[in-house]
């Protein structure tokens, strides 16, 4: 059975850095792109980074770029975000996100398995 499962969630205030990570068990992690997506309330959900199999191409949208740091571990089978500076317009629901392929793409459609999401909320 195929689950991700995100973590690493919570209240911060503006500034506090904190790392969210999603556990992906029941299938052969490194053959995977996996990516991060939120959903903020009453808005569409949107991408902010992705990672391809190896860790050498990696994308992020333009408002978490020199912020946010997405990385992989495939012996653990796990997919970080490491968020630096959050500010209040980060706050949202975070999911991660698996692709049977290696490359990265943005698109939410790209993407086979979903995790349930972790909630970030950042206080200003």
């Known amino acids: 059975q195929v689950q991700q499962v995100e973590s690493g969630g919570g209240l911060v205030q503006a500034g506090e850095s904190l790392r969210l990570s999603c556990a992906v068990s029941g299938r052969t992690f490194s053959l995977y792109a996996m990516g991060w997506f939120r959903q903020a309330p009453g808005k569409k959900r949107e991408f902010v980074a992705a990672i391809n199999w190896s860790g050498d191409s990696i994308q992020y949208t333009d408002s978490v770029k020199g912020r946010f740091t997405i990385s992989r571990d495939n012996a653990k089978s796990t997919v970080y975000l490491q968020m630096n500076s959050p500010n209040a317009e980060d706050t949202a629901v975070y999911f991660c996100?698996?692709?049977?392929?290696?490359?990265?793409?943005?698109?939410?459609?790209?993407?086979?398995?979903w995790g349930q999401g972790t909630q970030v909320t950042v206080s200003s």
């Open positions: 996100a698996s692709r049977r392929f290696s490359e990265v793409v943005r698109s939410a459609s790209g993407y086979d398995y």
